[in-house]
């Protein structure tokens, strides 16, 4: 891409049209490739256990797996892969980063869930930490509150069996390939779509 034009502006506001095709024209094939830098950190996850039976790359295909086992929707199996992606960079928040990367691809359910699943985990070791297990009452009234719990349920709390049958990472990267094509909402839509 170092032959594509660049822009000429130094501060934003002095930005032309001529400027912002230019930049266009490395923006469309950058977004475009999302998928591949998705995947691309998931893998950092690998090897990385953090005090848990398996590494936490094993914990996000067991958590998928599960849930494409269980004839999930190919977004809530993406959902379940990417759910701890924020690990390596989120110590404090990793369900914040996890759902900044996913909001743009998946319903407004499927965000909230993963955005929560750190709360909801919580009832099974908060209490360990010092902490009020039962923080997730809080959200008891929320439409999405029983689909989270069922996440924690079925996929994501028994997902660190190192005996489980996990799927490889190859078999879910069409998935997050497809996934991250085109986003459901963005502010930048329309211009990429037009593009």
Known sequence: MDDLPT????????????DWDA????MVPHA????ARVLEHLRLLE???????????????????????DGRAEDYVVMALLHDIGDVLGAYNHPDIAAAI???FVSEELHWIVQHHGIFQGY?????????RNMRDQFAAH???????EFIDKYDCPAFDPAYDTLPLSFFEPMVMRLFEKPRSSIYKKALAEA
Do not use: W, Y
């Open 7 to 18: 822009a000429q502006f130094h501060t934003m506001s002095d930005g032309t049209q001529e």
């Open 23 to 26: 930049i266009m024209t490395h």
């Open 32 to 35: 475009r490739s999302g998928g």
């Open 47 to 69: 090897g990385d256990c953090g005090g848990f039976a398996v590494d936490r790359l094993t914990h996000c295909l067991q958590t998928a797996t599960r849930a494409h086992r």
């Open 102 to 104: 996913l909001k743009p």
């Open 124 to 132: 099974n070791f908060f209490h360990f930490l010092g902490l009020d």
């Open 143 to 149: 439409e999405h509150a029983a689909a989270t719990q």
